[in-house]
């Protein structure tokens, strides 16, 4: 019991002393709250801070787009024109980037010239204008954006070197180049009058702007290319429809000579923008005939007719006689030949075109076009009315024959009548040597052309000699190769094997792949048609060797081999209407085909009965009986070897 109290009494200080730390507490946190309000306040003032310059850039992130949307504005409001562009583009880079004045300059690939001033001193842009175009000096920042196509800052110009530094007081300069398909066609110059470089985010909106400038070029560039390309469409349209009228009423009126003059006359001078248009033709003695006149006046009519023109360089007539071509005056009254000073005080005129009719290289008038003032006829202007000179000398031309044709017109009916049976046979005739050239050997189409009858294919028996000639190794190749090589070598192959076969005066009787059968003496004779056909083989196996070593780097093994016989065989067409071929049927035809499979790389095997008819021209050897496929009999083959120089061919 009497402990109790003691521990409750130890027990009440206890809590005592905590009671008395929760009282303590309170200082404590009280300085503790004094730190946190700190930190609250610095965090208060980071964050308005970090709000400020949010608002901050948002506020030019605005402004650079409404200036960026006030030159597109302007980019598509005029379009063609570059100086509001280039103003709008100068303005707004001057303006974000905290510049005090800058140029645009466009570049030519030498030169700068300036398109654009903004907020420039006058002593700074007369000096400018003043100067017109210019290669930058070394060092400055255009030299040095021209040098790397990029963008160029100058800080401060102590030696100034730089006219807006000594006439401007320019201390920051920026160059920004303004590039086209990384070719530079002009940049954008800023200046600030005090040193303070340009940061990379201004750098870059000038870009931006840069760029905008160029797309306008290039916009312009393609509008003046199409209103050019519309303007000579229009005019083109103008000259081809008033010269398809002129034709039409030369068509129409083929006697009515003077009203096609008047009409022709009228369009040349309404096309060209001329005040006056003459035709004459001329008479005895010098004089002309006004054939036709636009924008006379009686009195210069009168004076025109009255004129005995000759060759010389006092006149414009003149001068078209003496040079039978276009003459040019673009002021009578200053050039010093012109002597017409009555006619030119009573016409007025001033700029004059004249233009020959030639008729095969004859004068027969002469068309002038004159204006009151002094302003020179262009090129296509010059070609025009010589195209109008022509179709007054067509009209011309055009009632004289007609008159002459309707003299002639029953001899004129009687000749077209011959004309027409001559060329229908011609045409005949051409239609026949086509059609047998193209289904036919070449000597069997001539043979028939010249001889003028068809008889010769018809079929008949004849002692041939045939050589049939083929690729060792070919299947392999084909099978194993792409359809394009095949095709590729087998059109080296037919062009060498053809060529030669011309050379030798052989029928190609057909091609089968590599296969090829010549046959010699038919339809044209040979003397010797077996040794013939061995010169041929060993000029065929030279060629050949020769592509079969090329084809063997490549990586193709093939060989070529030849076979020949001689005996009787029926040759003629066959085919049907529109594809003809000319065949040789017969055992010799087997036989130099048979021999040719058995033929190694590079041999020519002959029959017995060749071998006899080249046995005094040609070197061979024996190569053993063969049991040819479809032969009865056994039969014994020959090498060649080569022509025997001792022997004669």
Known sequence: MTRRPKTSGTAGKSRRRKKTDRRRAPSTVIGAGGTAADNLQKTLDRRTSERDEARTQLVQALEQQAATSEVLKVISSSPGELGPVFDAVLQSAIKLCEAKFGVLFLFDGTRFRAGAMFNVSALHADYIEKSGAFVPPPGLPLARLVETKKVAQLLDDPEQLSPATKLAGARTHLAVPMLKEGRIVGAVYIYRQEVRPFTDKQIELVQNFAAQAVIAIENTRLLNELRQRTDDLTESLQQQTATAEVLKLITRSTFNLQTVLDMLIESAAS????????????????????????????????????????????????????????????DVETDPEYRMVEMRKTGEYHSVLGVPLLREGTLI????????????????????????????????????????????????????????????????????????????????????????????????????????????????????????????????????????????????????????????????????????????????????????????????????????????????????????????????????????????????????????????????????????????????AYNVLESSPSKPN
């Open 365 to 636: 008038g002469v068309l002038v076009l004159a204006r009151c003032s002094v302003r020179p006829f262009t090129d296509k202007q010059v070609e025009l009315v010589t195209t109008f000179a022509d179709q007054a000398v067509i009209a011309i031309e055009n009632v004289r024959l007609l008159s002459e044709l309707r003299q002639r017109t029953q001899e004129v009916v009687k000749l077209n009548e011959q004309l027409e049976q001559r060329v229908a046979d011609q045409v005949g005739e051409i239609e026949r040597m086509s059609r047998l050239r193209r289904f036919l050997p070449p000597q069997v189409a001539d043979l028939i052309v010249a001889s003028g009858t068809e008889k010769q294919l018809e079929s008949h028996r004849r002692e041939i000699t045939a050589l049939f000639c083929d690729l060792r190794g070919f299947t392999g190749f084909s099978e194993s190769s792409d359809p394009e090589d095949v095709m590729a070598l087998l059109r080296d192959y037919h062009t060498a094997i053809g060529q030669i076969i011309i050379k030798y005066g052989g029928t190609l009787e057909r091609f089968a792949g590599d296969g090829v059968m010549v046959i010699f003496n038919d339809p044209v004779p040979v003397e010797n048609p077996a040794l013939q056909a061995v010169l041929m083989a060993l000029d065929m196996r030279t060629a050949i060797g020769g592509m079969i070593e090329k084809w063997r780097d490549l990586g193709h093994d093939l060989g070529f081999g030849i076979g020949i016989a001689h005996g009787f065989a029926t040759l003629g067409t066959i085919g049907f209407e529109g594809r003809f071929d000319y065949a040789a049927i017969g055992t010799v035809s087997n036989v130099a085909s048979r021999l040719c499979d058995e033929a190694k790389p590079g041999q020519i095997l002959i029959s017995p009965r060749v071998r006899q008819a080249v046995d005094n021209a040609i070197t061979v050897e024996p190569v053993g009986e063969f049991t040819l496929k479809g032969i009865r009999r056994r039969m014994m």
């Open 271 to 330: 096309l060209c923008e001329a005040d006056q248009g003459y035709i004459g033709r001329p008479k005895d003695n010098g004089l002309f005939r006004a054939e036709a006149t636009y924008g006379y006046s009686p009195a210069l009519k009168d004076l025109v007719d009255r004129t005995r023109w000759k060759a010389g360089r006092e006149s414009a007539i003149g001068r078209v006689l003496l040079e039978r071509a276009p003459i040019h005056i673009v």
